[in-house]
């Protein structure tokens, strides 16, 4: 492997371990609790799957655009890099037990049926993997887009973003299926 490309084939490496393990834990939901939401306002796995989609999407389309930049505006080869997976610990993204709350842009709008958004986190995730390649030669660590809560992040990081995103939701998507679960035990009559 080319020294160059070694943080994105690190990253996607990441981004396929992450994918996996959401994969697993939704390939084990009863289809039936999929849609419940836990109470109120909190989501059902199947509303978590959607913001993953709309989010995957998004970044992907901004890295796709910020490659094409770099490329147009003379940005440098990429030069050898140590491993990019600790770059965000600072944020502890993937820490659960801090509540956040989605931008409307990215917030589910819950019509769309589970196989629909896992169809578009696929699609996704093939132009975000397309995107880091065609980009592996250049330097991205010095194209920068603002995030609203973690502020200027560079192109490797912002592909980081995805993997620790998605694996901070896939965790509440199995806290959301067991509140779900204990929910409805606690409805079922009694035999």
Known sequence: MDEKSQPVEELLGYLDETRARLLATIAEINPALI??????DAWSAALIVEHLAKVE???????????????????????PVQSVLSRLDRFRIIDT???????????????????????????????????LVSGSDLDLTGVKRPHRAMGELDMLQWALFVGHHEERHRRQIERTIVEVTKRCAECAPIV
Do not use: C, F
């Open 57 to 79: 999407e998004g970044i992907a389309a901004m890295i796709e655009r910020s490659v094409q930049w770099a490329r147009a505006n003379g940005v440098g080869p990429a030069s």
């Open 97 to 131: 037990e801090t509540t956040l709350s989605a931008p409307e842009t990215v917030a589910p709008g819950g019509s769309l049926p589970v196989d629909e958004s896992l169809a578009r986190l696929r699609a996704s995730r093939e132009k975000l993997r397309t995107a």
């Open 35 to 40: 849609a419940i939401k836990p109470d109120g």
